[in-house]
């Protein structure tokens, strides 16, 4: 289900099948939509593939939006939105089951340290919930850029009720709290290495804020692996191939904190004293 496998083909073929009507395309996403009903767990999370799962794949998975891209799609076709007007009343319960579960899902892998709700980790324990790691250099840690996708998928839910609202706030607070300022990440032409580069991070004042992709559960620091899994806390302590072919800084969240979390806050009328006034639910 991840990088956009199955759900977006889903979405090409119900556009298909409504400028053709041809069966066969009908048919094809009705199976595909079968398909990622059946792989949901019990308790609400889509593993990264399916069936037969292993390893990392089955957990539950935010990387790459595999989730929430079924999540995403399901949603629609619940909701009969163009072009899933054809899909019959029992899938279309069906779906809007599997995302309501989807949701609750969601909120029981939020992250909790030291009483305080944070955001997600790439993927989780299938059964506990738990952060867990995937490839050697990809450790269990809170992820600032899946999380920016969780947070906006929460925030489009309609009349969202205290818990999802509580999530968010959560998830905002952390952004805001472990931005990283005075630093930028740069490419530094370097003919010795191969691919004539490096990735070094430079002080500059005048930088905007930028995020980590993995912070440590327990410190909230910015953490870096190499191929060989160790923790390292500076980019410039792994490898030079892992440093410059995987993506360690981003600006993830900060479209969010800057227009997409006030107009959420705007549209449920939230103040800005709930917006930060926010803690753990039991």
């Known amino acids: 289900l991840d990088n956009g496998a199955t759900h977006t083909q889903l ?6 099948y409504n400028a053709t009507g041809q069966e066969r395309f009908r048919q094809a996403f009705l199976k595909g939509t079968d398909y990622l009903l059946e792989a949901q767990y019990p308790n609400g999370g889509w593993p990264q593939s399916y069936p037969s ?24 076709i619940a909701s009969k939105k163009p072009p899933y007007s054809f899909v019959d009343e029992d899938r279309c319960k069906r779906a809007k089951k599997a995302v309501k579960k989807g949701v ?4 029981k892998c939020q992250i909790i340290v030291d009483g305080k709700r944070t955001a997600w980790c790439q993927q989780h324990d299938h059964i506990t919930f738990e952060p867990r790691p995937a490839r050697s250099f990809e450790p269990a840690a809170i992820t600032a850029g899946e999380s920016v996708g969780v947070v906006e998928f929460l925030m489009s839910i309609d009349n969202p009720d205290p818990n999802v609202t509580e999530a968010v706030q959560s998830a905002v607070a952390w952004f805001d709290r472990v931005k990283l300022t005075g630093i930028r990440q740069v490419n530094k032409p370097d003919q010795s290495l191969q691919g004539g580069y490096d990735k070094v991070v430079i002080e500059d004042a005048n930088a905007p804020p930028i995020w980590a992709r993995f912070y440590e559960l327990s410190s909230n620091r910015p953490i870096f692996c190499g191929r060989d899994g160790k923790v390292q806390y500076r980019l410039a302590d792994i490898e030079h ?10 600006y993830w969240p900060a479209e969010l904190l800057a227009k997409d979390y006030p107009k959420w806050q705007k549209k449920c009328d939230l103040d800005s004293a709930t917006r930060l ?6």
Request: hydrophobic share 35%.
């Open 53 to 76: 799962p292993r390893g990392y794949s089955k957990f539950i998975t935010f990387n790459d939006g595999a989730m929430l891209g079924a999540m995403s799609v399901l949603r629609d």
């Open 104 to 107: 609750e899902c969601i909120l």
């Open 241 to 250: 191939e892992r440093r410059t072919h995987y993506t360690w800084y981003g």
């Open 277 to 282: 006034g926010v803690g753990a639910r039991p």
């Open 11 to 16: 979405r090409y073929l119900a556009k298909v």
